[in-house]
């Protein structure tokens, strides 16, 4: 298990390459762990953990924010934590145009606020 994370944490900190590419070999790197193989909420926590002002968690509500308030539909096919970070980059370089300061966790919480407004929760 160490060192399958430690891969993660590696390739999710790794600067040389862009953050939705970075993202997507961290995602693929847990795949090996058990309970990792589906899904990305519980993979992209650990890997928002991993590096917390470059990553985002996944969560439905701010995939449902994406596709209703942005207009942005991700999909569900595999792959889709690297499309969702690919979003989230180009959310973040739009906001810290006003504010330098925002994280791509800013971005993934905002989401998840507006998600849950548009379900009506």
């Known amino acids: 298990m160490r060192e399958i994370t430690a891969r993660a944490v590696q390739a999710a900190r790794d600067d040389m390459t862009t953050t939705p590419d970075a993202a997507s070999a961290a995602r693929s790197a847990l795949t090996a762990l058990p309970g990792f193989t ?10 928002a953990a991993a590096a917390p002002r470059r990553m985002a968690e996944y969560d439905r509500r701010a995939h449902a924010a994406l596709r209703a308030v942005l207009g942005r539909d991700i999909g569900r096919r595999p792959g889709r934590y690297l499309r969702y970070m690919t979003e989230i980059v180009g959310v973040l370089d739009a ?4 504010d330098p300061e925002w994280t791509a966790r800013d971005v993934d919480l905002a989401l998840f606020w507006l998600g849950g407004q548009k379900e009506g929760a």
């Not at 589906?38 to 890997?47: E, Q």
């Not at 906001?95 to 006003?98: F, S, W």
Request: hydrophobic share 55%; glycine share 8%; no cysteine.
């Open 38 to 47: 589906t899904g990305d909420a519980l993979a992209s926590a650990v890997i």
């Open 95 to 98: 906001v810290r145009v006003h």
